[in-house]
């Protein structure tokens, strides 16, 4: 069996990590399959420690990536699969190339793709031109794929309401990084003090900038409640390649809009990431918009208490293990953080409700792609090649 792996459009964030930890994982499960990743260049993926039956096809981005990007999925990649002699691809960057000379499995993971209008605009996400061509493309493309992969019974639910769907719908969940579990313990610079640190409450908010993540909101609330008297503190890890909004929230940061309630720590790679988690007190999550956050489990794994949105996204995955609080209300999260405290009873118990709420969806990486796989293969096993 011969796979292409489309994973070019997963340049950042979870769904670079989750492909990282697929493509170190799938062709060690499926020995006797060959593999061929396309992937984008300068996102660490060369990096990995490959199987033999792997090879990566390293694309650089390209000036007007997202019109490039059109012409790549649907004039190269299928010359690609005809060259590979590939029997099935598997696109989990949410859109691909229209039609392939083999079977197509495709991946959701962008939820603006499936909320509704009513439910974008309440997170702040514009319903632009650009979306509305990717939602028209998106409808295309479950036209002529032969299944589609979601990770929650929500997003399932969503895509049913508001697409034509006539294929089989898979659920695969995830799990926080395999590096996470494995990595060296480093001591970042603003970690060192971090014991003797003069804020009994601090926060971690690990995020990339978009709209939907409801930053501006958390650093306003978080002053708040510092300015009410209570001694707490906000980590964000944010980059200044992250675009405009983003480089002006850094700036105001450094420049004391927040006081020294709010701390940008920057990007945190995977060896620093229990480091981090090990250094705060509890992970606070205002996000408006989420397909399906692996923030939730991490937060589970090291034990650190949850303070989430109430939306049914985060009580798919937290159930009980978390505090949760109307993320569009400043009163309501003010709420949340003033009534946190970490030696209590309360969050001593989220914290043992997180463990189990965990272990309900702690599928090991290798699990995982054995679901991958016996949705690959058995696809072939039904419908003839194109």
């Excluded at 650190?304 to 309501?332: H, T, W």
Aim: glycine share 4%; net charge positive; charged share 25%.
């Amino acid at each position: 069996m011969k796979v292409v792996l489309n994973f070019l459009g997963l340049r950042v964030g979870g769904g670079r990590t989750d492909a990282i930890n697929i493509l170190f994982s799938l062709p060690r499960v499926a020995k006797n399959y060959k593999f061929l990743a396309i992937v984008p260049s300068g996102c660490g993926y060369d990096k990995i420690e490959l199987s033999n039956n792997c090879e990566l096809l390293i694309i650089p981005p390209r000036k007007f990536n997202d019109i490039w990007r059109l012409y790549f999925d649907n004039l190269i990649i299928p010359k690609i699969c005809k060259h590979f002699q590939a029997n099935i691809i598997f696109t989990m960057c949410n859109n691909g190339p229209l039609r392939v000379p083999c079977r197509h499995v495709l991946m959701l993971r962008r939820p603006q793709l499936a909320y509704s209008d009513k439910e974008l605009k309440e997170a702040k996400v514009k319903i632009s031109l650009k979306l509305k061509f990717l939602r028209w493309y998106f409808q295309k493309l479950l036209s002529n794929v032969d299944a589609l992969i979601v990770q929650t019974n929500l997003m399932k639910n969503l895509v049913e309401s508001r697409y034509k769907i006539d294929i089989p719908q898979f659920i695969v969940g995830k799990n926080i990084s395999q590096g996470f579990k494995t990595s060296t313990k480093i001591q970042l610079s603003h970690l060192k003090n971090n014991k003797k640190r003069e804020s009994p409450k601090t926060f971690l908010y690990l995020t990339q900038y978009y709209p939907h993540k409801n930053l501006e909101l958390a650093c306003e609330t978080m002053l708040k409640v510092y300015e009410s008297g209570q001694n707490v503190s906000l980590w964000l890890t944010l980059s200044s390649s992250e675009g405009p909004a983003c480089d002006r929230l850094i700036e105001e940061i450094r420049n004391g809009k927040y006081k020294k309630v709010v701390k940008n720590i920057g990007h945190v790679g995977l060896s620093q990431i229990e480091s981090v988690y090990e250094a705060v007190d509890a992970v606070f999550m205002p996000t408006l918009l989420e397909s399906y956050s692996a923030t939730f489990l991490e937060a589970m794994a090291y034990k650190k208490p949850l303070l989430v949105s109430d939306r049914e996204f985060a009580r798919e995955i937290c159930g009980d293990a978390a505090f949760y609080f109307d993320p569009l209300s400043i009163d309501s999260m003010i709420d949340a953080i003033s009534n946190f405290n970490p030696s209590s009873e309360i969050s001593i118990s989220l914290i043992q409700k997180g463990i189990k709420q965990f272990d309900k969806f702690n599928v090991a990486w290798d699990e995982l792609c054995k679901q991958y796989i016996k949705i690959l293969s058995g696809h072939l096993k039904h419908r003839k090649l194109k």
